[in-house]
Every structure is written in C-alpha cells, then in structure tokens.
C-alpha cells in the first residue's frame, strides 16, 4: 500500500526555470493538499483541494498553481522559480468531511539557484 | 497571525524520563487537535489527536491534554525513549473538517540516553 507518492524527491533548478511536483495517493482520499517546509516557519499550506475539481489558496500561494487532474493526483507547478522557493514540498490527503487524518507524501527537496 | 503557536523550538530529556511538548493556539473555533511526529527525509506521521469534548487522551506512552479555557495543549511522552528524537508538530482544525489543519512550527526532541 503506497499511500501518498510524490515525484521527484529532489531537484534543482535555476531561477525562473518551471517544474511540476507531482502527487498521487491511493486511499480513495477526497482531499490532497501541498505544504512546504522552512527552517524555523513549521508547515505551511500552498494550496489544498477539499475535493475533485476545487482547488483554494493556502496560505502561502504566490508563485504557484495547482490542478487535481482527477481524484488520486494533485499537482503543483512552479512557473518562473525563485531562490525564495527553495524548499521541501509535502503533499498529503484526508478523507476530509470531517475526518482529519492527513497522510502525507515523503517530501521533494527543491533547491533554486 | 500565528494560529497555532509552539514557543520551544528544541526540547532535550534523558532516556526514560517524560517529555512534554506544549502547543498554544488562539482561533476559539478550532475544535479538533492533533500531533504529528517528524523524522529527517521523512513525512509527517500522525501521532495522537483530541476532540474539543474532551481534555485527555491516551495512546499507549502518549497523552495529549487539553486546557480549552487556557488554549493550550500538551503531549506527554512517559517513558521517552531514543527512538522518539523527531520534530513534532502541533496541529488544529475547525467546523466539518473541509478546512485545512493549521500547524506550529514545531518542536524538535532530542531524548538522550
């Protein structure tokens, strides 16, 4: 059982190329949701999608979009990357409506130069 | 705003002693709180949660209390053990659960033998 995937676990880029982190779970889950992770500022939501087809800004979104491309897989992309970027992503899932059980993915370690 | 406040970046305990790790938050809604336990080049792993209708919870070493007059919450882990050095993040969510958890920052436990 995989859980939540996510794609790649590391990557380097140069400032203002794109990427695209990708995620899939496999839990049947409603809701997937992209966190990152600083020294010091704890988890901090990107973007979530409480269900398949609605996507909302988190708390910290400039600089990123987001498509749940179906109910398994939630992407986020990075179009123009900046040192300030330069972060561990984590995605994770919950059943959502009222259960608060996030899985969450190993990380993608990106680093922007 | 922090929501969700951890004011004790690093904690360290002797093997077999109790850990306590405190968690602040200031959204009265919040009515559902959790504790996840973080390794290096891991994800974050569910640890132990509590509903706003009770002030304690016990799983196995683990114990969350809840003082909701105070805002504050508490994870106690008796006896710690080598194995519980991690970074452990307090969590909060509100209403149906179709809002995103907010996080601390993080508490990083060193437990010495």
């Known amino acids: 059982n995989a859980g939540v995937t996510q794609t790649p676990k590391f990557q380097v880029l140069k400032t203002g190329q794109s990427m695209t982190l990708q995620c899939a779970q496999d839990m049947n889950h409603n809701s997937m949701y992209w966190y990152r992770q600083d020294p010091g500022m704890g988890l901090r939501l990107i973007y979530y999608s409480a269900s398949e087809g609605t996507t909302d800004k988190g708390e910290v979104p400039n600089g990123y979009n987001v498509s749940r491309l179906n109910k398994r897989e939630f992407s986020l992309r990075l179009e123009s990357a900046a040192p300030s970027q330069t972060s561990v992503y984590f995605c994770?899932?919950?059943?959502?409506?009222?259960?608060?059980?996030?899985?969450f993915g190993s990380g993608t370690r990106l680093t922007v130069v | 705003d922090q929501q969700v406040k951890q004011n004790s970046p690093s904690l360290s305990v002797q093997e077999g002693r109790i850990s306590i790790l405190n968690c602040d938050y200031t959204n009265s809604m919040f009515d559902y709180f959790l504790w996840y336990k973080k390794y290096p080049a891991e994800g974050p792993t569910f640890l132990i949660s509590i509903s706003s209708i009770k002030d304690k919870n016990e799983d196995g070493r683990f114990t969350v209390f809840l003082n909701k007059s105070a805002k504050h919450l508490s994870l106690h882990i008796v006896p710690s053990q080598p194995g519980d050095s991690a970074v452990y993040f307090c969590a909060a969510g509100s209403g149906s659960g179709n809002t995103p958890l907010v996080f601390g920052k993080g508490t990083r436990l060193s437990v010495i033998a």
């Open positions: 994770a899932s919950s059943e959502g409506r009222g259960n608060y059980g996030y899985t």
